[in-house]
């Protein structure tokens, strides 16, 4: 538990630099802002207290965001299955026309994917990250980085192929 | 790189372009780590305690000197237990910070300091013990703050719903108002949006507002008997509704899929006639037992001549009714884990262990109201 004052002071100033970037990934985590903000909250509560066992500071960030990761797939293993969290009311139409809606479509298609493969997604396109980063921040091997991608895209461009809303399908 | 790569690359940038106002993370981050942290000190002290207590009894047990010990209450609930008595403000510790003559009628402690409703029916804030200013109208019913406590949103007379994100170095909060929902009553917040309830000729309706559109039009949902609760920890909401059997059956609902129940069981002996602290009176068969749920949507406390908390967690996979709290007409949830009940204070441990604790006695005809705390 983080007692040190000089840790303490390092990890405030980390959380007031990196926080809006931290959210933004817990956004695409969680598919809302709200319950993004619990997410940063409790990730970083866990770190904070995990302090003293963190060894590499540079590598706090990557600490961070994989609590982040693993704690939303946890709590989207205690929720029911099928739903679809999305910020628009069920009722509003989408425009076929319009890109911005061919972008919610694929949005609320990759927020109905297992947690774990949307967080791949989310770590190789948006975040960045190498295959074996990637693996690297799952503690996963990058065998499965690579196979839990594949099975997310080949999910994605069958139900966007299904999907009236999108104009000329993807590839 | 291949188009559906191109699209998830544009898309997530695009969905994260717009941050919405966030309060520092450390105002809540440290108060938790530290609760957390005191937590696991007093359950590893109290669990060394307790090790040598059994030692030092089977000692006195060998040697035929047995003595009773008291009940071991090594974490008591009322250091987080804070109420206003007539117009002063009454901390854990017994502190008391006069009012100013603010006859109060509602009251929150959230991290960035005191919420409170005046007779006046305006939201104020307080903040180490000096009043800041006025937030936001609170003049139809009681404000909603968010589970963490960072937001609140509440109405005016003409069902304008104002919505406002505390700050915890400014003084002020930034609101705005949302579109006019006359006769509409808050429910809770779900992430970033607010459920309201509704009540039609044929029972209650329920919609979800996204507060970051307020012109956006709202689609009711309407189940008419069902009574949503509150906000579950796990992105659901929480609700009741009529069984065939004449009780009352635990409804999990997805509020984003027109508030369809997704789960719900029946079995867990909820007695029929509930009351809901907060409800509009409808249907008149809704006054009878008290059911609240607690500020995080952990439990749901029932009150049917015997209190019984219902940890929520676990509701649908292994049902767990915690007894041990005392019984009286009315209580409240004061934070995520404790309630008052009469004159006392009672916590429920994750573990199912129930503390509990009398509160001092106040003087005869006073008026006491408990503070709820949101994210603490």
Not at chain 2, 199 to 208: K, Q
């Amino acid at each position: 538990m983080a007692d040190d004052p000089v840790r303490d002071r390092e990890f405030r100033e980390f959380v007031s630099v990196r926080a809006p970037a931290l959210l933004r990934t817990a956004y695409l985590l969680t598919g809302d802002w709200g319950h993004a903000e619990d997410l940063l909250q409790t990730s970083l509560v866990k770190v904070y207290l995990a302090l003293h066992r963190i060894r590499d500071w540079g590598a706090i960030e990557g600490y961070v965001r994989r609590v982040m990761v693993n704690t939303s797939t946890s709590w989207w293993r205690r929720r029911w299955r099928g739903e679809l969290p999305t910020a628009e009311l069920p009722e509003s139409r989408v425009d076929p026309f319009d890109g911005h809606a061919e972008r919610e479509t694929l949005w609320r298609q990759v927020l109905s994917l297992p947690a774990r493969q949307r967080a791949v997604l989310v770590l190789r396109y948006y975040e960045d990250l190498s295959e074996v980063d990637t693996a690297r921040l799952l503690g996963i091997s990058v065998g499965t980085v690579k196979s839990q991608a594949s099975r997310a895209l080949a999910t994605l461009r069958v139900r966007l192929s299904d999907d009236p809303s999108v104009v000329g399908g993807v590839s | 790189m291949n188009r559906l790569e191109t699209e998830l690359r544009e898309m997530f940038a695009a969905k994260t372009r717009e941050v919405p106002a966030m309060s520092d993370p450390m105002h809540i981050v440290l108060p938790r780590a530290r609760r957390i942290r005191r937590r696991y000190r007093t359950g590893l002290a109290s669990a060394i305690a307790v090790v040598v207590i059994l030692t030092l009894l089977a000692g006195f047990r060998i040697g035929g000197h047995f003595r009773s010990t008291p009940p071991v209450s090594p974490n008591p609930p009322h250091d987080s237990v804070e109420m206003i008595v007539n117009d002063e403000l009454v901390r854990p510790d017994g502190t008391r910070i006069p009012l100013r003559g603010r006859q109060v009628t509602w009251a929150a402690r959230v991290p960035a300091g005191l919420l409170f409703v005046d007779s006046d029916q305006r939201l104020l804030e307080m903040r180490e013990d000096r009043l800041i200013h006025g937030i936001l109208p609170g003049e139809q019913q009681s404000p909603v703050p968010s589970r963490n406590g960072w937001r609140v949103v509440t109405t005016d007379r003409r069902g304008t719903l104002f919505h406002g994100t505390l700050s915890a170095t400014a003084g002020t909060a930034r609101h705005g108002a949302v579109g006019r929902h006359r006769a509409a009553q808050i429910v809770g917040w779900y992430g970033q949006h607010v459920v309201l309830r509704d009540v039609t000729d044929t029972g209650m309706r329920y919609a979800l507002v996204d507060l970051s559109h307020p012109d956006a039009e709202l689609g009711w949902a309407a189940d008419g008997q069902m009574v949503l609760l509150g906000e579950s920890r796990r992105r659901f909401y929480w609700g009741l509704k009529p069984s065939a059997d004449a009780g009352q059956c635990l409804v999990r609902v997805a509020p984003e899929r027109r508030f369809e129940v997704v789960e719900e069981a029946c079995d867990l002996g909820l007695p029929a006639d509930v009351a809901i602290p907060g409800t509009i009176e409808w249907p008149s068969e809704l006054s009878g037992h008290q059911v609240a749920l607690s500020p995080d949507g952990r439990y749901l406390a029932v009150e049917d001549g015997r209190l019984r908390v219902l940890d929520l967690d676990t509701a649908f996979s292994e049902p767990r009714w915690i007894a041990g709290c005392p019984a009286s007409e009315t209580f409240t949830w004061v934070a995520r884990d404790t309630l008052v009940s009469g004159n006392t204070a009672c916590r429920v441990e994750p573990s199912g262990r129930v503390t509990s604790e009398s509160l001092p006695p106040q003087p005869a005809g006073a008026r006491v109201l408990y503070v709820t705390s949101y994210g603490l």
